[in-house]
């Protein structure tokens, strides 16, 4: 069994019987890991009012070596500066493009600024996907072959220039301005 603590920005939370859940973190050191909250669900819950999808966290994690995974022990939140819209498409966007258990220190740190600092602009975007290797320096449309690139759709990793979002009917909320 090994402690570990590091930085984390908490992706997304799903209940796991009557009073447990998993929580998906994205670490600074491990990348990004599913570690289950035990308790959480209880109104005594320490950890539930920091566990919250945005938040920042210190966390104290053990790794048990029998093939369990993580648990959440300790966490210490720092709220994002963000409206709720933003806070969510980010989230999302992190979630679906960071592999797991791939630590990537230069990812980290701007996804962090960008909670910290509520910057959700085309630039961070754009450093981010740099970072991932998905972004090069002269990207075109997957649908129609356009040099106006103006979208990255989340859930598909494609690019989208504004003219094929629009034929292709594609939600905003489904996609990030880059
Ligand atoms: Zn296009």
């Known amino acids: 069994m090994l402690e570990h603590y590091t930085t984390a920005i908490v992706l997304a939370t799903e209940p796991r019987g009557e009073i447990d859940a998993a929580v998906t973190l994205y670490t600074k050191d491990f990348g990004k890991l599913t570690a289950k909250a035990k ?25 048990h070596g029998d093939g369990n995974g993580f648990q959440v022990l300790d966490a210490l939140s720092e709220k994002p ?13 992190l979630n679906k493009v960071t592999p797991a258990a791939l630590p990537d220190l230069s990812l980290w740190y701007e996804a962090d600024h960008v909670l910290r ?12 996907l ?15 072959g356009s040099k106006r690139v103006a979208y990255f759709l989340t859930g598909d990793v494609i690019f989208l220039c504004a003219d094929s ?14």
């Open 130 to 144: 740099r970072d991932l290797g998905f972004l090069t320096d002269s990207p075109v449309c997957d649908d129609c």
């Open 165 to 178: 979002l629009r034929k292709l009917n594609i939600s905003e909320n489904d996609v990030v301005s880059i």
């Open 117 to 128: 600092e509520g910057d959700f602009g085309v630039e961070s975007y754009r450093r981010m």
């Open 81 to 93: 500066k963000a409206n709720l819209g933003d806070l969510l498409r980010f989230l999302n966007f």
């Open 39 to 63: 308790s959480i669900r209880k109104i005594t819950s320490k950890l539930a009012g920091h566990l919250v999808p945005g938040n920042v966290v210190r966390v104290r994690l053990i790794e």
